[in-house]
């Protein structure tokens, strides 16, 4: 295998995960000015919010098939629910025939009641003001499979009102990777920001595991690395803007 090829294989595989970083981060933006609209008043309230049509369209859409979509309001932002919680879930393989509204216990005073607002997925939007990728992590509240978790803040001139989102399995992305992904010769893995693996074509990472070693500077300077003890050196290709990148392997042996 060539390094020529490899290269060639690795902008390929970057082109179609931007175009997918593209679709999700247009569909979460539509998805958080629909809500900001909703709760534009003074004192809204959960009656304000009508978000299951925008949710239940968006799991039917069979583009980037999704394992979720909804909206988290910030504490005390709805007049009459401290916590609040929409999300709505499908299973990617079955389609909109098996959504449902997540069961989530919003009374803090329950002993199930788990604190959202400080949970990674909602303090970092909200502190950043900034879009969030979360994971890939196995979600055992609604699929039990590994996901990535996209969020952005809602806002209403300069207050936060929450976050909107959207849940991709890994499964999925590696299926719309499609052709370059199924055909590629090359040891290619897709890593997120901490390193940990998204998608690989490689049989000694699978989905996530924890490539070690990549220090925060490779994500800048795309260097190669030495990686752990196999006698590997990684190319880094970073994804534009998006908190991925994809990592060649080049063995020597």
Do not use: K
Request: hydrophobic share 40%.
């Amino acid at each position: 295998m060539s390094t020529r090829t490899d290269d060639r294989e690795a902008q390929a595989l970057r082109a179609r995960i931007e175009l997918l970083g593209s679709w999700v981060e247009a569909t979460v933006g539509a998805l958080a000015d629909h809500v900001a609209r909703q709760l534009s008043g003074a004192t809204p309230r959960r009656g304000d919010l009508d978000i299951e049509p925008h949710c239940r369209a968006l799991l039917e859409q069979r583009e980037v098939p999704l394992a979720g979509a909804g909206f988290v309001a910030e504490r005390g932002v709805l007049r009459d629910a401290p916590y609040w919680l929409e999300w709505w879930t499908a299973d990617p393989e079955i389609g909109i025939e098996s959504c449902r509204r997540l069961a989530a216990d919003t009374d803090p005073e329950s002993v199930g009641f788990r604190d959202y607002t400080e949970l990674p997925w909602f303090v970092t939007p909200r502190t950043t003001g900034a879009i969030q990728m979360t994971g890939p992590y196995v979600d055992y509240v609604c699929t039990d499979e590994h996901a990535l978790t996209v969020t952005q803040p809602v806002m209403a001139r300069t207050a936060f009102l929450g976050v909107v989102g959207v849940d991709v399995l890994a499964a999925t992305v590696e299926r719309l990777l499609g052709a370059d992904f199924d055909a590629a010769e090359g040891r290619h893995v897709i890593v997120n920001r901490v390193g940990r693996v998204v998608a690989s074509t490689d049989l000694e990472h699978v989905v996530g595991d924890l490539v070690r070693g990549l220090p925060d500077s490779a994500w800048f300077t795309g260097r190669r690395r030495p990686r752990d003890g196999d006698g590997s050196t990684w190319r880094f290709l970073t994804c534009g803007e998006l908190p991925l990148a994809v990592l060649t392997a080049t063995t020597r042996r």
